[in-house]
């Protein structure tokens, strides 16, 4: 199963959102050629034999899957963070920017924004987490991929999919519901590099779905159909996890 790694992460560039560049260089064709054989290999088989593919974000096609068992390293972030939960250890700061050391800071930030609109939450978050130094796994820890928990993420910083799973888990703190937040791996076209964001989907006064783009590298939250140059490979949440293809 491919997992956001270092390859879905290569630092956090100023992204200008404008229409992808030509994907003619075969180093990039050759990544992109591995990470379609690995998805398609070695993915569980039940997403082929589930429901059919359906619509979805970034003009992608994409199915569902409940067999959670090949995200080791998703599972193992949630895993700590439970126990992290329990122990609640204080931590010193390493960054007045972020000026959220421990979980009791977290705690005291996101109590300042409950009760207001989930606009105004989606924003603060997005914003506060973004102050966050950008750290790769092979630097904070010696790997070249480590899932980070908040509490990691605090005291250590992290990379792209650790932003995204930090503000996973403060907006579910917030009363989002987990059929409304995704940690998804794209490959960034105009980059040509993996990347990790968090989707968060919400209806609208007439019921119809809106996807919000919490990233790293863009410092306002932005409706995911103005950005054309991520391509999703797969996300997932708690319970679920979706394949993508070209739509």
């Known amino acids: 199963m491919v997992e956001t790694g270092d390859e879905y992460c290569e630092g956090p560039p100023t992204i200008e959102m404008n229409t992808p560049v030509s994907l003619k260089p075969k180093r990039f064709a050759v990544f992109v050629l591995t990470v379609l054989l690995a998805c398609f290999f070695a993915a569980p088989a039940d997403v082929e034999a589930a429901a059919k593919y359906r619509k979805s974000f970034f003009n992608s096609l994409e199915k569902r899957s409940k ?10 972030a949630l895993a700590r963070y439970s126990k992290e939960l329990k122990r609640r250890k204080d931590q010193n700061c390493t960054s007045t920017r972020l000026n959220i050391c421990d979980y009791n800071d977290w705690d005291k930030f996101l109590e300042s924004l409950k009760g207001k609109g989930k606009w105004t939450q989606l924003r603060a978050v997005n914003a506060r987490m973004n102050k966050a130094k ?43 519901r987990e059929s409304e937040l995704r940690v998804v791996a794209v490959k960034d076209l105009n980059l040509k590099v993996g990347h990790a964001i968090l989707m968060v989907i919400v209806k ?44």
């Not at 067999?67 to 193992?76: D, H, I, Y």
């Not at 904070?140 to 995204?164: H, I, L, Q, V």
């Not at 590298?217 to 070209?246: D, L």
């Open 134 to 176: 950008y750290i790769s796994d092979k630097a904070n820890w010696g790997r070249k991929d480590y899932w980070a928990t908040p509490g990691e993420f605090m005291s250590r910083f992290g990379d792209c999919e650790d932003y995204a799973i930090v503000k996973y888990l403060s907006l579910r703190i917030l009363g989002f």
């Open 67 to 76: 067999n959670m068992k090949p995200f080791k390293k998703w599972r193992a």
């Open 204 to 247: 609208d006064k007439k019921k119809k779905k809106r996807y919000f783009v919490l990233d790293n590298q863009i410092k306002k939250v932005v409706e995911a159909k103005k950005i054309r140059h991520y391509q999703p490979v797969f996300s997932i949440n708690k319970n679920f996890w979706w394949r993508h293809q070209a739509g």
